[in-house]
């Protein structure tokens, strides 16, 4: 896909990877609008993406969202969607277990309400993330939350041909997600990522730059890309 004349809806796009894709959308000359619930959050933003403000989770107000861009062709899912637990399993709290799992319910509201607005040839992404095939101990929430959205994508791909549905499963990666700072930030990415063969958290610009290649590359679709540091492989 030539992305300089298309129109691109990022969900969660004021933040972190989603604003790094959106930004890296619009130099190619994509016009997009990055959706989040905070529009403030996104500070300036280059020519080109417009910001909306929508809870991913008001299905009549993603509805309508999509109903009022239609027709478009880039549709890509990066919003958290709200809380994850964190913490081993047995000891977990059931309801914050159970909350994690915003993140798939948001990814499946873009996917039902989004897909029927697109062009012929749209071309999806969802963002899962490591431990959805590689979870470390305490984990367990973000792992089941990646592990469900990375088989929707495999199930809903063959069924919403010719379009274009993809996963892109980020390993660790510095983003305004982890709310540490300073030393304590550092030290975190690093005993993290220690193990890794890149031992170092990614930037959000990598992994948007694993968006835009199964967005740009028309012979991909139903898979996952790991932009990971060869978390796999520790
Ligand atoms: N950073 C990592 O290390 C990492 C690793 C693996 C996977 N991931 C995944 O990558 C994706 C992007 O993460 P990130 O690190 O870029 O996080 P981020 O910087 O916190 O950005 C998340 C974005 O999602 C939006 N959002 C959250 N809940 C929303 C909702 N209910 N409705 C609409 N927008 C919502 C946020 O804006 P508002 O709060 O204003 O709504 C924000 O724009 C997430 O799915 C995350 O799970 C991240």
New binding site residues.
């Given amino acids: 896909m030539n992305v300089s004349v298309k129109k691109a809806l990022v ?8 604003l790094a894709t959106s930004k890296q959308l619009a130099a190619l000359g994509a016009t997009v609008v990055a ?4 529009p403030d ?1 996104a500070g300036d933003v280059p020519k080109g993406i417009t910001l909306k403000s ?4 008001d299905r009549n107000a993603l509805g309508a969202l999509f109903k009022a861009y239609a027709p478009f062709d880039i549709l890509v899912g ?5 809380t994850r637990a964190r913490g081993t399993f047995i000891d977990m709290d059931i309801e914050g277990y159970k909350a994690s799992f ?2 798939l319910w ?1 990814y499946a509201n873009i996917l039902q309400l989004g897909v029927p607005h697109m062009s012929a040839d749209g071309t999806i992404v969802l ?4 431990p959805a095939r590689k979870s470390r101990p305490g984990q367990v929430a973000i792992a089941s939350v990646g592990g469900a959205v990375e088989a929707l994508v495999r199930a809903v791909a063959p069924e919403i041909v010719p379009r274009r549905l993809n996963v892109v499963s ?4 510095d ?3 982890s709310s540490l700072t300073g030393a304590e930030r550092e030290e975190s990415y690093r005993k993290q990522t220690a193990k890794n063969l890149i031992p170092r958290a990614g930037t ?1 610009d990598e992994v948007a730059q694993g968006i835009l290649f199964v967005i740009q590359n028309d012979f991909v679709t139903g898979t996952t890309v790991d932009v990971d540091g060869g978390l796999m492989l520790s």
Avoid: E, H
């Avoid at 959706?35 to 905070?38: A, C, E, I, K, Q």
């Avoid at 980020?170 to 990666?173: F, L, T, V």
């Fill in positions: 969900i969660g796009g004021m933040s972190g990877i989603g959706v989040s619930r905070n959050r929508c809870d991913v989770l990066a919003a958290t969607g709200g915003a993140k948001g963002v899962s993330g490591s980020p390993g660790s990666i983003t305004p997600m959000a």
